[in-house]
């Protein structure tokens, strides 16, 4: 089985930055089928255009773009890629960055799928600082990404206290996002008084419901710009009310406009 070393993957890689114990890789995927293989270094992929399915031990996993994986090191897999453009954002951690940031690396372990929408939007702003590329840009890396790692590991460490309804919540959420909820059929659904559902939610997901649901329709629209013509074909795909509340809710939450994210995608 091949290992693959510090900053190595399968296909074009196109840009490389390394600092700090981190790499981080720009790359297309050109390979339709890569065999078993791992990674000597924890990282992170990022899928931001295409589609591809990838498989470990445990699960198979479609992944379109938007789609966040968690590797630990050594954790073996295989990706299968359609006849479609597909690129790729990685970000690679050494056990260096692990001890020099006092972050456990046996805190998560194994490969993750990661759905948790304000952990993507973590992922979405390393990938828009790295293009930034200006005189603060590794200080905000490391900075989103131990903010990212806290909610990964206390996601982690939580997972077995959590009432049954937060896991199915989120599977509605997931789901249905981008339809007119209310929290009456919410709690009806669920079984659960609304005053503690709003209560709660807000314990395990730190955020209130609505926000919840809007970081949903953000992830969502970062994977249509780059194939949609028009801002306003995607706020309506996306569940906003308008093109307008739909850029005021991209600049809130990914800190630039959906054009100016367009554009990042081009660099």
């Known amino acids: 089985m091949k290992n693959l070393h510090n900053g190595e993957?399968?296909?074009?890689?196109?840009?490389?930055?390394?600092?700090?114990?981190?790499?981080?890789?720009d790359t297309e995927y050109t390979h339709p089928y890569v065999d078993w293989h791992y990674h000597e270094n924890a990282?992170?992929?990022?899928?931001?255009?295409g589609n591809m399915t990838e498989g470990n031990k445990k699960e198979t996993y479609d992944c379109p773009a938007g789609t966040l994986l968690y590797h630990h090191w050594e954790d073996a897999h295989y990706n299968i890629k359609p006849d479609i453009f597909t690129r790729g954002f990685h970000l690679e951690l050494t056990e260096d960055w692990f001890e020099q940031f006092g972050v456990s690396k046996?805190?998560?372990?194994?490969?993750?799928?990661?759905?948790?929408?304000?952990?993507?939007?973590?992922?979405?702003r390393i990938f828009r600082e790295t293009k930034v590329n200006d005189a603060s840009f590794e200080l905000s890396v490391h900075e989103l990404l131990?903010?990212?790692?806290?909610?990964?590991?206390?996601?982690?460490?939580?997972?077995?206290?959590?009432?049954?309804?937060?896991?199915?919540?989120?599977?509605?959420?997931?789901?249905?996002?981008?339809?007119?909820?209310?929290?009456?059929?919410?709690?009806?659904?669920?079984?659960?008084?609304?005053?503690?559902?709003?209560r709660d939610f807000q314990k395990h997901f730190q955020?209130?419901?609505g926000a919840y649901i809007?970081?949903?329709?953000?992830?969502?629209?970062?994977?249509?710009?780059?194939?949609?013509?028009?801002?306003?074909?995607?706020?309506?795909?996306?569940?906003?009310?308008?093109?307008?509340?739909?850029?005021?809710?991209f600049r809130e939450?990914?800190?630039?406009?959906?054009?100016?994210?367009?554009?990042l995608l081009k660099k």
Request: charged share 20%; aromatic share 12%; net charge neutral.
């Open 9 to 25: 993957f399968f296909g074009q890689t196109n840009e490389t930055l390394r600092f700090d114990g981190l790499t981080i890789t």
């Open 43 to 49: 990282y992170f992929t990022f899928l931001l255009q």
């Open 106 to 124: 046996d805190a998560i372990e194994g490969s993750f799928n990661l759905k948790d929408p304000a952990i993507k939007l973590l992922m979405y």
């Open 146 to 198: 131990l903010n990212l790692f806290n909610q990964l590991t206390e996601k982690s460490g939580n997972f077995d206290r959590k009432p049954t309804w937060v896991s199915k919540i989120d599977e509605i959420l997931h789901e249905n996002f981008t339809e007119k909820l209310s929290l009456t059929e919410l709690s009806k659904t669920l079984d659960v008084h609304p005053v503690h559902l709003s």
């Open 207 to 209: 955020c209130t419901l």
């Open 214 to 249: 809007r970081k949903l329709k953000i992830n969502k629209s970062l994977t249509l710009l780059n194939t949609y013509p028009s801002l306003a074909e995607v706020a309506l795909e996306c569940g906003f009310a308008d093109q307008s509340h739909f850029i005021r809710s």
């Open 253 to 263: 939450y990914t800190g630039i406009t959906p054009l100016q994210y367009k554009t």
